[in-house]
Structures are given as structure tokens and as C-alpha cells.
């Protein structure tokens, strides 16, 4: 069973970058027809796409968070992360980390999500 | 971007009781429309994908349809575990995008 699982400080300053990572267990990150996407929620914009790796390091960010958006993939320790810099108070959210098929586009794997808050 | 629109926004419904969500972009989508079940605290589990493929596991109860514009999500027979908020999601183009949740309560 395919496990999703996000890591990462739960307080961000403002300013400062969030960093998050993701590790994949019960499966392979390099799965030909999947993508890694990061996710989030929050209470104001419900979930909002942030932005999506494939295992080659293809990346595609959400436009509205592309200039403070970063993405890595790691097939050897079975991970993707997330950078996100500058962050103000209203990038406070749970961020989920899921799998997304890539024609189709359905996200059927999800982390249990994180909560990080921005706050000094 | 492609907003994504849910009707309504709440309801509350007997056992047994069929229920129906709606969910309207706002350009055509074909059939790129997947929907998810999420409880409090909880990741959001993919019921239904490209419309009215059902995800492995999902109860037969639950049901999708529509093309372009128009979606609808179907519970025939609504059990209290069926409490949940649903979501749609267009996944025609990037930025795939999610509608604003449809809050299901049992009464």
C-alpha cells in the first residue's frame, strides 16, 4: 500500500522559507505515469494546487505562487520536496503532499497533510 | 484559471435519502472531473474519476456524471459514514483546480 508522508517544520517567520519534504514508501517515486504534487488548504481559498514534479525533475508550478515556488525530487531516498519563500500569513495552511496520475490528473494518494503556520 | 463551482454549499439529508452535489466550471472541461470525500482532520480520498469512473474500494452507492460544464455526484443511499464534505476537481488544465466543498450531514 502506497504511503505519502510530509515532513517539516510546523512555524515558519515571516519572510522566511517553508521547506517541506515528502517521502514515498510502498511504492516508487519514478512510477512512469505518475506525477508529485504539493497541495494545500487553507480556512479563506480551500485546496489549492501549488505545483507538480515528475521523477526526471519536470516541474510545473502553480502561476499565482510561481516566483516563490520550488521543487525537488530525490529518487534515491524516495522523496519530493517543497519550497516556498517569502512567506506571509496568508500562506498558513495544511500542506499535503499526493500522487497525481498524469493524463487524468487525479490526485489518489494523499499524506495525512501538515500544518505549518506563519507567524513571528 | 478555471474556477470551479459546488451546489450548494450545505446539506443535511436522512439515511437513505439520495443525494445530489453539483459542480459547474467555468469553461468546458470534457469529462477531466474527479471528485473527493474528506473528513475532518482528514486528506481528502478520491471517490470518482474522469466523471464516473469509480476509485477502487469506493462504494457502489456512489456515482458520477456529466460532460463539459455540468457534473453531478450521486449518493443513492446515504449512510451516516456518507458525512463528509465533497469536493470537484477539473483536471483539463493547469492549474488543476478544486471547487469550494459541498458539506454533507446526516440528520
Known amino acids: 500500500q502506497l504511503q505519502l508522508q510530509e515532513s517539516g517544520p510546523g512555524l515558519v517567520k515571516p519572510s522566511e522559507t517553508l521547506s517541506l519534504i515528502c517521502t514515498v514508501s510502498?511504492?516508487?517515486?519514478?512510477?512512469?505515469?505518475?506525477?508529485w504534487d504539493w497541495i494545500r488548504q487553507s480556512p479563506g481559498k480551500g485546496l489549492e494546487s501549488i505545483g507538480t514534479?515528475?521523477?526526471?525533475?519536470?516541474?510545473l508550478y502553480s502561476p499565482s505562487l510561481n516566483s516563490r515556488v520550488t521543487m525537488s525530487v530525490d529518487t534515491s531516498e524516495n522523496q519530493f520536496s517543497l519550497k516556498l519563500s517569502s512567506v506571509t500569513a496568508a500562506d498558513t495552511a495544511v500542506y499535503f503532499c499526493?500522487?497525481?496520475?498524469?493524463?487524468?490528473?487525479?490526485?489518489?494518494?494523499w499524506g495525512q497533510g501538515v500544518l505549518v503556520t506563519v507567524s513571528s | 484559471d478555471i474556477q470551479m463551482t459546488q451546489s450548494p454549499p450545505s446539506l443535511s439529508a436522512s439515511v437513505g435519502d439520495r443525494v445530489t452535489i453539483t459542480c459547474r466550471p467555468s469553461?468546458?472541461?470534457?469529462?477531466?472531473l474527479n471528485w473527493y470525500q474528506q473528513k475532518p482532520g482528514k486528506a481528502p480520498r478520491l471517490l470518482v474519476y474522469?466523471?464516473?469512473t469509480l476509485q477502487s474500494g469506493v462504494p457502489s452507492r456512489f456515482s458520477g456524471s456529466g460532460s463539459g460544464t455540468d457534473f453531478s455526484l450521486t449518493i443513492t443511499s446515504l449512510q451516516p459514514e456518507d458525512s463528509a464534505t465533497y469536493y470537484c476537481?477539473?483536471?483539463?488544465?493547469?492549474?488543476?483546480?478544486f471547487g469550494p466543498g459541498t458539506k454533507v450531514e446526516i440528520k
Open positions: 514534479i515528475y521523477y526526471r525533475g519536470t516541474t
Open positions: 469553461q468546458s472541461i470534457a469529462t477531466f
Open positions: 510502498g511504492g516508487s517515486i519514478s512510477d512512469s505515469p505518475y506525477n
Open positions: 476537481q477539473q483536471s483539463h488544465t493547469v492549474p488543476f483546480t
Open positions: 474522469s466523471t464516473s
Open positions: 499526493a500522487r497525481r496520475r498524469r493524463q487524468m490528473g487525479y490526485f489518489d494518494y
